[in-house]
C-alpha cells in the first residue's frame, strides 16, 4: 500500500544551522513528491516538487529536497535556518492507484521550530 | 491573483444537523480537492473532481459525505446527520492539472456539539 513517513514529530534547530526534515514514501509506481508548509491558522502552502529529473530540487523561501529512489526518501533540507520558517510541513506522495486515478497522500507532519 | 477561498471559516453544528461547505478554487484549475484533517494529522483524502466529475470519492468515509461539482468550478461538500467524529477541519485545494502541485484553501473548521 501507498504510504508516506514523516518519523520526527518535531524537529529542533538553532537558527543559521541548517535543518533537515525527513520523509520517506512507498508506492507502486514512479512517485511524484511534494514539500507544503502550514502556518498557524493559514492553509498549506506549496514548496517544492519533484517529477523527475535532477535529484536535487530546489523550491520557494531557499528550501531544497533530494530525492534518493534506492532510500525511497525525499528529505527536505535548508543551509541556514531563520526563526521565521518555524512551521508545521507536510511531505506528500501522489501515486498511480489500482483504477487509474491518482491519490495524494500525505505524511503526519513534522513541527519544525528554529531557535534565536 | 485570487487563491482558493473556502466558506465558511467556521461552522459549529448539533450533532443530526446537515451542513454544506463551499469551495471556491483558482480560476482556470481543472482539478479540485477535499481533505479532512484532524488534530495532530496530515491531510486525509476525501474526493477529486476533475472538471465536474469526481475521478475519484474512494476518501469519503461514509454515504453521510457528498460532494458536487456542477459547472466545474465551485465545490461543495455536504454532511448528512452530523456526527461529533465529523469535527475536523475541512481542507479544499485545487491545481491546474493532475499532474501539477495543488493550492490550498484556509479550510472550514467544523465542529460538531
Known amino acids: 500500500a501507498q504510504s508516506v513517513a514523516q518519523p520526527e514529530d518535531q524537529v529542533n534547530v538553532a537558527e543559521g544551522n541548517p535543518l533537515t526534515v525527513k520523509c520517506t514514501y512507498s508506492v507502486s509506481g514512479n512517485p511524484y513528491l511534494f514539500w507544503y508548509v502550514q502556518y498557524p491558522n493559514r492553509g498549506l502552502q506549496f514548496l517544492l516538487k519533484?517529477?523527475?529529473?535532477?535529484?536535487l530540487v530546489k523550491g520557494s523561501y531557499g528550501f531544497e529536497a533530494e530525492f534518493n529512489k534506492s532510500q525511497t526518501s525525499f528529505h527536505l533540507k535548508k543551509p541556514s535556518a531563520l526563526v521565521s520558517d518555524s512551521a508545521l510541513y507536510f511531505c506528500a506522495v501522489r501515486d498511480l492507484a489500482a483504477s487509474g486515478t491518482y491519490k495524494y497522500i500525505f505524511g503526519t507532519g513534522t513541527r519544525l521550530k528554529v531557535l534565536a | 491573483g485570487a487563491g482558493v477561498s473556502q466558506t465558511p471559516s467556521n461552522k459549529v453544528t448539533e450533532k443530526g444537523k446537515y451542513v454544506e461547505l463551499r469551495c471556491d478554487p483558482i480560476?482556470?484549475?481543472?482539478?479540485l480537492y477535499w481533505y479532512r484533517q484532524s488534530l495532530g494529522q496530515g491531510p486525509e483524502f476525501l474526493i477529486y473532481f476533475q472538471g465536474t466529475g469526481a475521478a475519484d470519492d474512494s476518501g469519503l468515509p461514509n454515504d453521510r459525505f457528498f460532494a458536487v461539482r456542477p459547472e466545474g468550478s465551485v465545490s461543495t461538500l455536504k454532511i448528512q446527520r452530523t456526527e461529533r467524529g465529523d469535527s475536523a477541519v475541512y481542507l479544499c485545494?485545487?491545481?491546474?492539472?493532475?499532474?501539477?502541485?495543488?493550492?490550498f484553501g484556509p479550510g472550514t473548521r467544523l465542529t460538531v456539539t
Open positions: 485545494a485545487s491545481s491546474l492539472t493532475l499532474a501539477n502541485e495543488q493550492y
Open positions: 480560476s482556470g484549475h481543472t482539478a
Open positions: 519533484y517529477i523527475t529529473g535532477d535529484n
